[in-house]
């Protein structure tokens, strides 16, 4: 079984930085399109940024020059960089992987736990 696990959240003021980690970890054969979503109180789960396999990167025009996103395929990790941080980026951080367990298995998704990122105003 996959599992994502983060880390890196945690409360910042208006223009501090944070680096998110994500491992995924289990029987993981290939890992094509690795990304973060983020879910602020009351409001949809919305894509941040994602980086395919090759380092193809995009993001949401809310985080665009503040936000990067990378990844160590070595180590099936991927980070988000995030700078300039602003109160509108507070919210529950999710980790995603598209994946394959085996050669033979189907793509598959799994999801993080969240972390959370606060900045204060």
């Known amino acids: 079984q996959v599992q994502l696990v983060e880390s890196g959240g945690g409360l910042v003021q208006t223009g501090g930085s944070l680096r998110l980690s994500c491992a995924a970890s289990?029987?993981?054969?290939?890992?094509?399109?690795m990304a973060w979503y983020r879910q602020a109180p009351g409001k949809q789960r919305e894509l941040v940024a994602g980086i395919m396999s090759g380092g193809i990167t995009n993001y949401a025009d809310s985080v665009k020059g503040r936000f990067t996103i990378s990844r160590d395929n070595a180590k099936n990790t991927v980070y988000l960089q995030m700078n300039s941080l602003k109160p509108e980026d507070t919210a529950v951080y999710y980790c995603y992987a598209y994946f394959r367990a085996t050669f033979a298995s189907r793509w598959s998704e799994v999801w993080g736990q969240g972390t959370l990122v606060t900045v204060s105003s």
């Open positions: 289990g029987s993981i054969f290939m890992i094509n399109n």
